[in-house]
């Protein structure tokens, strides 16, 4: 065997892929040739990075990691043998990936853990709404008739709800579903504005719920937005309840969605 047929062998000795009598031939050639021996120690290093990057990365990434490992394996059955060195690049590229991820989750835990001063009813709406998302929005009554939505939820939840007038084409009720705020019955009323989920959650809790949210006044009435996970929050008092509007949207367009409705006695 000569140094090229080497090369060309070179990937394929180190994922045992050659029969015997090649993978012979190519383990003489590099027990009597210092370079491509070399060769094949670099390759098997980048290779070990790389295996090693991938175990020891969090596991809140695997999207990376299953993509870089889908490349590697469309890379190995495609057929075609990639030149040495864009290989080796490839490869190299792949750890820096693996790498940069880490980072990137390092971050995103200490993003998360600046958020910490969100108030626990914060915390409580917008982890129910992300599990409303994920479930594929189940709705238990769906109707877009405003009165019969409040029927439904007063029969449901023993909560008067007054839902917003609804403006818009771009806005429609789609119904409503039962849930439970800190073991308290709440009720959850869905809205999609501008093809976007929209929750209107009534919840009867402490007043100091809201004195970590920002307040600010729109046309003379008062709000309470936060934004937390992705997520706006806007809320607003009416008689013993606290409605607060939960979606992907920003504020100003839950607020404006809101104008003319809420009724707050603060
Ligand atoms: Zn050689």
């Known amino acids: ?13 180190l994922d045992n892929e050659l029969d015997a009598s ?15 021996a070399r060769e094949v120690e670099i390759e098997r290093v980048i290779r070990e990075q790389l295996v090693c990057a991938l175990k020891t990365q969090d596991s809140e990434i695997p999207f990376n990691k299953h993509a870089i490992k889908q490349i590697i394996r469309q890379n190995k059955t495609s ?6 060195v864009s290989r080796r690049t490839f490869l190299a590229a792949c750890v820096a990936v693996v790498v940069a991820a ?7 835990i200490q993003y998360l853990n600046s958020t910490r001063d969100h108030s626990k009813f914060i915390d409580l709406v917008v982890t129910d709404f992300k599990h409303f998302l994920r479930e ?21 939840t023993n909560i008067e709800v ?7 084409k771009h806005c429609k009720l789609i119904g409503a579903r039962r849930c439970k705020i800190e073991g308290q019955a709440a009720a959850f009323v869905v809205y999609e504005m501008q093809g976007t989920p929209v929750s ?26 936060d934004h937390f996970k992705d997520i706006s929050v806007v809320a607003y008092r009416r008689n013993n309840l ?11 367009e839950l607020i404006h969605f809101l104008s003319g409705t809420a009724d707050e006695s603060n």
């Open 22 to 36: 090649l993978s012979m031939d190519f383990q003489h050639h590099i027990d009597h040739c210092a370079v491509c």
């Open 79 to 84: 057929g075609v043998q990639p030149r040495l």
């Open 200 to 225: 209107l959650l009534a919840v009867t809790v402490r007043n100091d719920a809201l004195k970590q949210m920002n307040q600010i006044e729109y046309n003379g009435r008062i709000h309470w937005v």
């Open 1 to 13: 065997m000569i140094c090229s047929e080497a090369r060309e062998y070179l990937f394929a000795f």
């Open 162 to 168: 007054i839902l917003p007038s609804v403006k818009g």
């Open 136 to 156: 594929d929005q189940p709705i238990h009554f769906a109707s877009s008739n405003a009165n019969a939505v409040s029927d439904w939820l007063m029969q449901q």
């Open 102 to 108: 880490g980072i990137t989750s390092y971050f995103a």
């Open 242 to 252: 606290i409605y607060a509007m939960v979606s992907k949207l920003n504020k100003d």
